[in-house]
């Protein structure tokens, strides 16, 4: 037998009897049957040379020097293949040479003589064939981190060498020549319970050195020789698969065997690593000092050492290296000697045997070998051999399945457009989501098709529905073949496409042909041949063509298997397979050419005249036009379209013709003997004679119909909607039956009632519906206009049906009469939770905002009793599952008010009883994560269930609040929905889109069951009200069949491997760990049992017992003196720890509740002006030199002003508020880490100078909290999202800097406080949120701690050099770090009574980096820091060791900003780019110290954005977060889909001018940095910019509206630049229309003329120029203001005749010399006349505190005309109002100070009026009275309002502010 057949093995074997030697039968070295690809060579390597080393030439291959493996190896004789690269799959040996064909190798064990390369990865991959037909492909590598398994794939990591704790990863220096016997049957059998079949090919990918490849029925001894007898059952290592042994040498001690799995191992072992299972140890005795065993102590520390490396290697989540490994069943080892092992058993007696398994530790013998590895074999098999006597614990949980899947409710997914029928019309066939279903419409029963692991995306069935084809989304699109009788898979392969969406079988299922996407997004077509799939054989691809043809549809002809028809956009097209090649013609279509063709069929003859030349094709289109075409002649035959009713009609009757107008929309048709029916897009499925003469049959559906299919039979129409509904129509009855009813969208939630047996769900497509659990068919659906549902819940006893939607409404319906009864509006945003008690006396809901109300469910129409808010976190679940009541209706359980938080209240009156901080729970493990969901036990055992973030689940007790027990690793992912059965023995979990089935008491060895099926994520699971099934909703609804037994009735534990283990995929070992002890048990310890010693517990950490402030009692208060008498009493921690703070319970009054925080003395509290300003002058020099800002961009350094704050300041009483600031536009890039984003609660803060914007990221509305007067410079969020800290400078006459307490729910400033001197750098909370760090710039240099409860100051400490940024861990509240020049600075917290101290611990940088600043720091997994450089590299910390163990350079710039999260690690620089690293190798390597290299780390993504990077925020999974740079941007960042948009974007520099457009939709701004934006008032968002380059913008005018011309088209800026020029540019066409260049210098002032017609300028040096901006002409330009810059250019329009000069336009003209002009022009006839010239005195002697003259400005009165107000440096700060009819000053309104800007309200007489004192002041005229309005940071240089006068525009250095008018 030869590869290359195509097959699997031949009849017989025997040709491979006793062994086969794969190198050297398909003769490897001649390349003509194998493949190779990169360094791959076959070297020879003799004795003698390799002990000198040298090279040697041999007859056909070149010289060769060995390497250093072969120096090593000099008793290794004869040819190896070396494979080599710097990739693993870049160099590969392959056999046989091309995928499709077979080595049909049968042997059970496969034999791999092989060494790792040193320092290296290696891969293998063995394609295997099972019986049933099924290739699955078995990997192994030292790449592999974990055990992974799909239906198609196993993958084990290999562990090279010795077992130890550095082992797993690449190979160790001294890695030994390797047996690696693999037994594939046992693989198979036990990983996936599929029966081998034969070997089909094997992959060697680099870097490994191969001796050779074996395959056996039989079990070589490799440390037997010939000349001795072997075990029984086992033979003499073959002479050319044995390694050599030198005389007086022993095997075990030069080489490695390793068996896999071991023998008669029945327990999954989750990765490939030398074992107990050697069989050479049986030919040993125990006196042999190579089997010398060692002394007890040592083998239980060499077998705890090996357990604990296991547990790490294949625990399904990192084990934190904070918590202690739980080892389970080790046995207790005893070792007499000397004599043989024996085992004692329990009883005294002994027990049975059983076959050895990597489990049975209590067999191995170690021996040290010199590297201080563990090699372990296994001692004498014989019946005095030690055995482990197995106990009820190692069972598994039964019965095995314990689920089986009945119903799925559900239709689509990816697509609905594929409905299949079988042979004999009774069955149709349909994809739900990633699950094929089969359902027989007789009797309604499916059967399933389960293997998909994405949505399936077509299917195609042969004529003889004996095969079935579908392949799934997404890229590189997998493709399944299923004996469609038996639901077996035949064959699973990856296309040649990038994804695939049409399928078609010829008519006797040989060929099957796809239509998809390649890699670029052309159309491609493969066909493929299956003839002999279902015989075992290949799939081969026979032809694939790439065209740019669109193709909707394609057929195989029934007629001709190499010949398909397509049709597409514009295109009906023939195709032929000949020769290899596909090849296809268009039909000329003539004047249809056009069309959009939907769907076509060909026309089957009847049997008799099936050969008959002439075949008709029919094809529809969008535009309903159906052509029927002439195969043969490839020609049109006739046309018809299928037009809309017309009103002469009868209605219902659609007529055929080829009439003008909108045809009707065919989206599929089908076509029989007998008539055709088409589905359109108006809803009908119409049935039509062959003549397309009238409409024979219709049927309305709700939605457009995307496929139609006629029975082979011809007596039925299948047709499917696109709302997912699918239909039946029976012809001969005219009857139409749905089949199958479901969501359009995801279904979030569900409900069950037990009475009526019933359920409700709430899905994304808007719906509620009710379904019956007996029928599962629909009984009501319910849709809301404008609302979207997302709660549910079942009254217990009446027939009402709660509903909650994303308002915050809560409706209740009697689903009785319809009818809704009662409309709750209580909350105002999402609900989140809704539920009703056991009892049906109360409701409760829950909303996004964290609000909780309780009704009264007494009366029908239910009512509102208590609403609390703020209580309910709003990550803490959704639907019915975030609230969670007791069985007897008394308690009520929740995550919130922070996600680390849960509360329990009295359910009847929402009294708090209990508090639990769980993320404080356990103070050896800090990776709990955060609540997630909540679930109470039955009421017997008063237990409440918590799921956490980090895939924990705890059970606490629910009168104390104390940890009963936890389970680790529930899930890969977080919990996403928990239920417990009514008797409380079984748990269901749903997340990672599977669905576990626990034993809840945790009795067994493995304590669930996993079951998959959704290709989403599973919302919520649940039983049924009978407990006789369960429910999982997601993207279907799944009805499962729960098969356990009632109790009292339940199986007995079986042993592993005493049964098969179905179909479930290999469960990832969960055990409940001891919270109080070592946990090295195996029986279940419950934290309540008391440890060997006792030692007094102060009360649980993060435990809040509340009762009512009624109720006394509950705890007593004690003193440190006072607890010292009390017997019993101890200070000391439960480790002995004296410094354990104590938790003491204050008694608050009125409604506060019981809060456990730490005692604190009264002396730690510190004023700003006490005790804490001596610390910090006490721990600084008197002299200390000028402080020098050091080399990093990361530091903060506020921008320069010269304003100062005012000093008087008249507020507008209280709700008299003229002026309301709406928005803010800017963002501060000057600020350093100024913006936070907190993903689980979407709240979203950012800083523009001295006010913080928090901004709605899904509205868009900001609100804005005021409570500094300097620019801030750092930002921190509370990780509950509770609170937020801002810090700025000192404000006038201040001597420290403000740092701000907000509380982020009502937007209050809490607290002010003030230690630093100069600046804060850098702000961050710890991790439980009692304390908050803040860190000093470089002029203070120091460090300060803060209780953020009572907000004192604890501590601080002065630095010897400046630290840029500083962080919390997130693994304990006590260790944080710092980075500053060359050093981290770890921290540690301790805390005795009320006393706080800081300890540091300076850890230098590596010497390699030279002198660097380390400029930013974040925490990582596993207790790792990451800290950059302004070199650009990272530097990964060790912080158990303090040590710096890993460098690698990640950006040419300055890193600083770092953020870490589920191993990945992102950068930003000031290169502009932000940089996403994989960094999951990283902890691994920590354990090599410094010679961890940084290859292990790789760059994901990058991107590009506009500046230098200075805050980020991303969620936990560093997915989508948004990014700050000191462009002022704020960008959206999504790596998924590579995508950067603004979210928020202002001006980098100051803002020279602003205007409103004529409609005030708009308003545009220019800058320094030479650009112009126009932004939408509306949205808050720019628009469009237009930028030049290396040129400052100065002023700006929007064109007003003609007459004639208003909309987008005259929507029009002019722009004036420094160097003299204008720009004219569109905003509707975004593109400039005119250049002009009427000035020598920059011009400072632009307007437009009343009409338009005319653009008036003015320069630095005086100049008014006057130009067209139809023709580009300059005018006229005028001269008298030459000399000083003009300031204020200013047109209003005028009677003709009036102030005696003729014109329609007065303009004034100002300049900064105090002068006004004012001109009477009439454009159409070239006249301009100047109308009055003023000029205003001035001091003759500098004013104090001025630093610059404020400039001259001067506008018309819209009030008052003929009027002009005047504001500049005078002999008074004052506006004058000026009369040009009187030619005289009528009044003057005194001003505080002197005005930086002006302007007034054209609607009513208000004039507002800034200054360089940062106020803005609103004056109403002429009675002058004030109102002033902070929130400038600086100069208010501009301001401006709209035309209509609703709205003012206001300007200071780089930040907007949108101002309305209150009532107007």
């Not at 392959?94 to 092989?114: A, E, I, K």
């Not at 009883?347 to 170690?366: C, F, I, L, M, T």
């Not at 799939?539 to 909707?552: E, F, G, P, R």
Request: aromatic share 8%; proline share 6%; hydrophobic share 40%.
């Amino acid at each position: 037998m030869a590869a290359g057949s195509g097959r699997g093995p031949s009849g017989h074997g025997a040709w491979q009897r006793p062994y086969l030697n794969i190198f050297k039968h398909f003769r490897v070295e001649e390349w003509k049957r194998s493949a190779r690809d990169g360094d791959v060579a076959a070297v020879t390597v003799t004795e003698a040379v390799a002990r000198q080393g040298g090279g040697q030439r041999h007859h056909g291959q070149a010289a060769l020097t060995p390497p250093s493996p072969f120096r090593k190896d000099a008793r290794l004789k004869g040819s190896v293949y070396r494979i080599r690269g710097s990739v693993p799959g870049s160099s590969y040996l392959q056999l046989p040479r091309t995928p499709t064909q077979s080595l049909g190798l049968t042997g059970r064990y496969l034999y791999v003589l092989f060494r790792p390369v040193a320092h290296k990865h290696f891969l293998v991959h063995l394609d295997v064939s099972t019986q049933e037909n099924q290739v699955v492909r078995v990997s192994f590598s030292s790449l592999f981190k974990e055990f992974k398994s799909t239906a198609t794939w196993l993958q084990f990591p290999f562990v090279c060498g010795a077992a130890r704790r550095d082992a797993l990863g690449a190979a160790p220096a001294d890695v030994r020549w390797t047996c690696l016997v693999l037994d594939l049957r046992s693989i198979l059998s036990l990983y996936l319970s599929r029966r081998y079949s034969h070997l089909k090919s094997i992959k060697l990918c680099s870097s490994l050195l191969v001796k050779t490849l074996c395959t056996s029925d039989l079990l070589f001894d490799p440390g037997v020789t010939p000349g001795h007898r072997p075990r029984r059952g086992l033979s003499a290592m073959p002479r050319e698969m044995a390694f050599p042994v030198p005389r007086g040498e022993q095997w075990h001690q030069l080489y490695d065997y390793i068996r896999f799995p071991s023998e008669g191992s029945s327990v999954l072992v989750d990765s490939i690593q030398k074992s107990c299972a050697s069989p050479a140890a049986g030919g040993q005795s125990p006196a042999d000092p190579g089997c010398q065993l060692p002394q007890p102590g040592a083998l239980a520390k060499a077998l705890r050492d090996r357990l604990s490396l296991v547990h790490q290697i294949t625990s399904p989540e990192a084990v934190p290296r904070r918590c202690p490994v739980v080892m389970r069943h080790i046995p207790e080892v005893q070792l007499p000697a000397p004599g043989p092992l024996r085992a004692v058993a329990a009883a005294g007696q002994e027990k049975e045997q059983r076959p050895p398994s990597v489990a049975d530790v209590a067999q191995a013998a170690a021996v040290a070998d010199g590297d201080g590895g563990i090699h372990v074999y296994a001692a004498p098999r014989s019946r005095r051999c030690p055995q482990t006597v197995p106990s009820a614990s190692q069972g598994r949980l039964l019965p095995d399945p314990i689920l089986r899947l009945r119903t799925i409710i559900g239709f689509g997914g990816c697509s609905t457009r594929w409905v299949l029928w079988t042979q004999d019309s009774s069955v149709v066939v349909y994809p739900c989501h990633a699950v094929i279903v089969a359902l027989q419409i007789h009797t309604g029963e499916q059967r399933f098709f389960m293997g998909h692991t994405d949505k399936v995306s077509a299917l195609a069935m042969d004529s003889s529905s004996t095969v079935l084809a579908s392949v799934q989304a997404g890229p590189r699109a997998v493709l399944r073949l299923w004996d469609f009788p038996t639901g077996s898979c035949l064959s699973v392969f990856k296309t040649q496409a990038q994804s695939l969406f049409s399928l078609s079988f010829s008519r006797d299922g040989a060929v099957l042909c796809g239509v998809g996407r390649d890699g670029h997004g052309k159309t491609m077509v493969v066909v493929w041949n299956t003839a002999q799939v279902t015989h075992g054989g290949e799939v081969a691809v026979l032809a694939k063509a790439h065209t740019d043809v669109d193709i909707q549809a394609l057929k195989i002809a029934f007629f001709d298997d190499t010949r398909m028809v397509s049709c597409g956009r514009a295109s009906v097209r023939l195709w032929r397979l000949r020769a290899g090649f596909l090849r296809s013609c268009p039909v000329a279509l003539g004047e249809f050419q056009s069309l959009h063709f939907t769907d076509l069929t060909l026309e089957e003859p009847q049997a008799a005249a099936r050969d008959r030349p002439g075949h008709t094709l029919f094809v529809c289109s969008r535009s309903g036009h159906v052509l029927e075409l002439d195969y043969e002649n490839v020609c049109v035959r006739s046309v018809r379209r299928l037009l809309p009713t017309q009103p002469q009609h009868c209605p219902g009757q659609e007529q055929p013709g080829n009439g003008a107008g909108p045809g009707i929309a065919i989206n599929s048709i089908s076509i029989s003997s007998a008539f055709c029916a088409t589905g359109s897009e108006d809803g009908y499925l119409r049935l039509w004679p062959r003549d397309f003469s009238a409409v024979v049959l219709e049927a309305e559906h709700e939605a457009p119909l995307s496929c139609v299919c006629i029975s082979p039979d011809g007596r039925r129409v299948l047709c499917s909607t696109a709302a997912g509904s699918l239909g039946c129509l029976d012809i001969p009855s005219w009857g139409y039956s749905t089949l199958m009813r479901s969501h359009g969208g995801s279904v979030l939630a569900f409900s069950t009632e037990g009475l009526r047996k019933q359920m409700a769900t709430v899905s994304r497509d808007n719906s509620v519906r009710v379904w019956d659990l007996s029928s599962m068919q629909q009984l009501y659906d319910f849709t809301a206009a404008d609302e979207s549902p997302c709660a549910v819940a079942f009254h217990p006893a009446q027939h009402l049906l709660a509903c909650g939607f994303d308002s915050g409404t809560v409706r209740i319906f009697d689903l009785a009469s319809s009818d809704l009864l009662v409309e709750h509006k209580q909350h105002h945003t999402v609900i989140t939770g809704l539920t009703f008690s056991p009892d049906g006396k109360f409701m409760f809901s829950s909303c996004l905002q964290g609000t909780l109300a309780l009704y009264s469910c007494t009366e029908q129409r239910s009512h509102v009793l208590r609403v609390l808010g703020n209580v309910v976190a709003a990550a803490g679940g959704s639907g019915s599952e975030a609230l969670a009541v007791s069985g007897d209706s008394r308690l009520l359980a929740f995550v919130g008010p922070s996600r680390a938080v849960v509360s329990v209240l009295q359910a009847c009156s929402l009294h708090q009883l209990l508090r639990v901080d769980i993320s404080v729970l356990d103070t050896n493990c800090t990776a709990l994560g955060c609540s997630a969901r909540v679930c109470f036990a039955p009421v017997p055992r008063g237990e409440l269930l918590v799921a956490t973030s980090a895939s924990k689940l705890l059970v606490l007790d629910t009168r104390t609040g104390r940890l009963v027990r936890e389970v680790s690793g529930v899930h890969k992912l977080c919990c996403s929905s928990l239920a417990l059965s009514r008797d409380g023995r079984y748990l269901l979990t749903a997340g990672d889109k599977v669905i576990k089935v626990w034993d809840y008491q945790m009795r067994f060895d493995v304590n669930f069951q996993v079951y998959i099926g959704h290709s989403e994520p599973v919302c919520q699971v649940a039983f049924s009200p009978d407990q006789q099934h369960v429910l999982s909703v997601g993207d279907a609804i799944f009805l499962w069949d729960f098969l356990a037994p009632p109790e009292g009735a339940s199986v007995p534990a079986l042993l592993p491997g005493a049964e098969d283990r179905g179909q479930l995929a290999p469960p990832a070992r969960g055990s409940w760990s001891n919270k109080h002890g070592e946990g090295s048990s195996g029986k279940l310890k419950d934290a309540c049992e008391s440890p060997e010693q006792p030692v007094p517990v102060p009360p649980c950490r993060g435990v809040s017992a509340v009762r009512p402030a009624a109720c006394p009692g509950v705890f007593s208060e004690l003193d440190p003196e006072e607890e010292a008498d009390v017997p019993g009493s101890s200070r000391i921690g439960a480790k002995g720890d004296k410094d354990a703070s104590v938790p003491v319970v204050e008694l608050l009054t009125n409604e506060e509740l019981l809060v456990v925080r730490p005692k604190v003395r009264q002396e730690s509290s510190r004023s700003p002006g006490g005790p804490a300003k001596e610390l910090r002058e006490d721990s600084q020099s008197a002299e200390s030199p000028c402080p020098i800002r050091p080399d990093c961009y990361r530091h903060f350094t506020p921008r320069f002003r010269a304003s100062l704050l005012p000093q008087s300041f008249l507020p507008a009483p209280a709700g008299s508020e003229v002026l309301e600031l709406k928005a803010v536009i800017g963002y501060n890039g000057n600020g350093r880490g100024n913006m936070v984003w907190h993903p689980d609660t979407g709240f979203f803060a950012y800083t523009c100078g001295c006010i913080i914007v928090v901004e709605d990221l899904h509205s868009g509305s900001q609100s804005h909290w005021l409570g500094h007067a300097e620019e801030i410079s750092a930002l921190a969020v509370s990780h509950d999202a509770q609170v937020l800290a801002s810090a700025s400078g000192r404000r006038n006459g201040d001597s420290r800097c403000q740092i701000c307490i907000w509380n982020i729910q009502d937007g209050v400033c809490t607290a002010n406080l003030f230690h630093h001197q100069t600046q804060v750098q850098a702000m961050a909370f710890s991790r439980d949120d009692r304390f908050l760090v803040t860190l000093g710039d470089y002029s203070d240099q120091s460090l300060a701690l803060w209780d953020t409860s009572t907000h004192q100051l604890l501590a601080s400490t002065a630095l010897s050099q400046p630290a840029h940024d500083v962080a919390f861990s997130p693994f304990s509240h006590r260790e944080l770090a710092c980075v500053g020049k060359g050093a981290v600075m770890f921290w540690l917290l301790e805390q005795q009574g009320a006393d706080v101290s800081l300890k540091v611990h300076q850890a230098p940088a590596p010497a390699v980096l030279g002198p660097v600043e380390l400029t930013s720091v974040c925490y990582g997994a596993d207790a790792l820091l990451y800290s950059g450089t302004n070199s650009g590299h990272v530097c990964v910390w060790d912080t158990q060791q303090n040590r710096c163990f890993m460098t690698w350079e990640a950006d040419e710039g300055e890193i600083g900003v770092l953020v870490c999260g589920h191993h990945r690690l992102l950068s930003g620089s000031n290169t502009k780019r932000i940089r996403l690293w994989a960094v999951a190798a990283v902890p691994e390597l920590r354990l090599r110290g410094p010679d961890a290299r940084s290859s292990s780390v790789l760059l994901e993504h990058e991107m590009p954005l506009d500046g230098t990077i200075v805050s980020a925020a991303f969620d936990e999974s560093l997915e989508m977060g948004i990014v700050g740079t000191t462009a002022g941007t704020l960008w959206y960042i999504n790596w998924a889909e590579s995508t950067s948009i603004r979210l928020i974007s202002g001006h980098k520099n100051k803002v020279t001018a602003v205007g409103f457009s004529p409609d005030e939709t708009h308003c545009a701004t220019c800058g320094e940095d030479g650009s112009v934006r126009v932004w939408s008032l509306g949205s808050m968002e720019l628009v469009v910019q237009f930028q030049v380059l290396n040129q400052s913008c100065q002023c700006l005018a929007w064109k007003p509206h003609a007459a004639a011309a208003r909309g987008a088209e005259s929507q029009h800026v002019v722009a004036g630049y420094s160097d003299g020029t204008i720009r004219l540019f569109s905003v509707s066409r975004t593109e400039m229309e005119l250049k002009m260049h009427p000035h020598s210098t920059a011009l400072t002032a632009i307007t437009f003329s009343t009409d338009g017609e005319m653009i008036l300028s003015g320069s630095k040096d005086g100049l008014v120029a006057v130009s067209s901006p139809r023709t580009g002409i300059t005018l006229c330009v005028l001269a008298e203001h030459r000399g000083c810059a003009i300031t204020v250019l200013h047109c209003t329009s005028k009677q003709y005749h009036a102030l005696g000069v003729e014109g329609g336009e007065l303009w004034l003209a100002t300049s900064s010399d105090r002068r006004v002009s004012v001109w009477a022009s009439d454009w159409l006839k070239d006249k301009c006349e100047l109308l009055d010239w003023l000029s205003f005195p001035a001091p003759a002697g500098p004013q104090e505190g001025l630093s610059s003259l404020p400039p001259s400005l001067a506008a018309f009165c819209p009030w008052e005309p003929g009027t002009l107000v005047y504001v500049g440096f005078g002999l008074q700060k004052e506006a004058l109002f000026y009369s040009l009819h009187k030619k005289q000053v009528l009044r003057k309104l005194s001003l505080p100070y002197f005005a930086t800007s002006l302007s007034l309200c054209p609607a009513a007489p208000f004039m507002a009026v800034g200054f360089g004192e940062r106020l803005l002041r609103l004056l109403r005229c002429p009675a002058g009275a004030a109102q002033d309005y902070a929130g400038h940071d600086d100069t208010v240089q501009l301001c401006c309002f709209g035309p209509s006068g609703r709205r003012l525009l206001t300007a200071s250095h780089s930040a907007l502010f949108v101002w309305e008018l209150a009532g107007a």
